[in-house]
């Protein structure tokens, strides 16, 4: 090697260290899509000035089977890893990956009943902090439908009946069955799970109530056969193809912008569909560090501020009776009370355990429901669900 590229060498490991011996401690968060963190993690920074935060973002399929693999390979996960509410049961069922978050008293009362539930492993250690809920109201197309009040899901298909008999022959009642059938599933004491991690799909009847509610609904042709989250869905809010939604906070901007629509309470008041989770895995070089971020971004200050900023749906009650959650109102979404509505919604609902593989059995379930939506016989579409269970 040359002299000069000796020196040159030089240089840049000088210059490497001096990176790398800033004096800081580096804590990486792993996100699925933007959580609306930025200006708290540059608010933490600049109260600890020892601390700089790295975010790594990954689309949410590829983030959470990327942490199962650094988990199960014991490197590669960040400091913190976000987790979708609805996967969380995967991960409870290994809590030996994960430090455990678990404080008596008080501190487990900071956050809703059901969501501190949904994190725990059955030993009881916790292996998540509550970042937000997602909540659940009725959305409605105030120019379709009169000032709705439905308390019972009963209640809610009969008047989709009536209302599919004089409807405009292209629009359908709601937007698609599965959110119906997750829905009346979520409100029930028991889902698909017992305690002893067993699938009681078949047995459980508040589970045959939500099926024969949901192919009902198919039956009348309420449906428009669209799943939330696709682009086809997307469309057919756009092109008025539905008069119903039952929406989570995160979907207001969607239905805000497509104009003339409400918001109500859903029949039974409680519900959510979505939310996160901060995570710490036992990995990590600097889990201290981590859990007091964990700890700052989840705490109730800091989640009011989120909603105040991003309409995040906090998970800790002790802020539901603030201003900016109790007072806020939606002029687009006919002046409702969306603040109180998906909050209450959240207050709402009970805990109900969920076995670490409860997400494969939903999308199984929502796959039968769907196979309902494209004509094949509720009874047979629900012989092959328990087929696909066993």
């Known amino acids: 090697m040359s002299g000069k590229a000796v020196a040159l060498v030089g240089v840049l490991a000088a210059g490497m260290l001096v990176a ?8 990486t968060v792993g996100l699925f899509g933007d959580h609306g963190y930025a200006d708290l993690f540059a608010e933490y920074e600049q109260a600890h000035p020892d601390i700089d935060i790295v975010e790594r973002v990954a689309p949410h399929a590829q983030h959470h089977d990327d942490l199962a693999a650094h988990l199960a390979g014991e490197e590669g996960a960040a400091d913190v890893e976000a987790v979708d509410a609805e996967l969380i049961s995967r991960f409870t069922a290994t809590p030996e990956h994960f430090v455990d978050l678990n404080s008596a008293g008080a501190f487990q009362r900071r956050w809703l009943d059901w969501a501190w539930t949904a994190s725990l492993s059955r030993d009881g250690r916790q292996i998540g902090y509550a970042a937000e809920v997602g909540g659940l109201a009725l959305c409605y197309r105030a120019e379709l439908v009169d000032a709705p009040d439905w308390p019972t899901w009963e209640a809610y298909v009969e008047a989709g009946r009536r209302f ?8 359908r009642w709601m937007d698609g069955a599965t959110t119906l059938l997750d829905a009346i599933i979520d409100q029930a004491p028991v889902g698909y799970h017992d305690a002893q991690d067993a699938v009681v799909v078949d047995t459980n009847p508040d589970i045959a109530r939500a099926w024969a509610i949901t192919t009902a609904a198919v039956d009348a042709d309420l449906s428009a056969g669209l799943s939330p989250g696709t682009e086809q869905w997307a469309e057919g809010l756009k092109q008025g193809r539905f008069a119903t939604i039952l929406c989570s906070a995160s979907q207001l901007a969607a239905v805000r912008d497509a104009g003339g629509w409400g918001v109500v309470a859903v029949p039974g008041t409680a519900g959510n569909r979505g939310g996160s989770y ?6 990590g070089d600097e889990t201290e560090a981590a859990v007091a971020l964990a700890d700052w971004l989840t ?7 989120r909603f105040a900023r991003h309409g995040r749906i906090p998970s800790t009650p002790s802020v539901y009776g603030e201003q900016s959650l109790a007072g806020r109102t939606d002029p687009a979404l006919g002046g409702a009370r969306v603040g109180v509505l998906f909050t209450e ?11 670490p593989d409860a997400a494969a059995v939903q999308t199984a ?3 039968a429901v769907q196979r309902v939506e494209q ?11 328990l087929t696909d269970l066993t």
């Open 20 to 27: 790398c011996g800033s004096g800081k401690t580096e804590i």
């Open 164 to 171: 599919q008999a004089q409807a405009p022959e292209d629009v």
């Open 278 to 283: 901060l995570t710490v895995p036992a990995q």
């Open 299 to 305: 705490a109730p200050e800091q989640q009011a501020r």
């Open 345 to 355: 919604a959240a207050q709402s609902l009970k805990p109900q355990y969920r076995g």
């Open 365 to 367: 379930l929502d796959a």
């Open 375 to 385: 004509g094949q016989a509720p009874d047979e579409s629900w012989a092959r669900l």
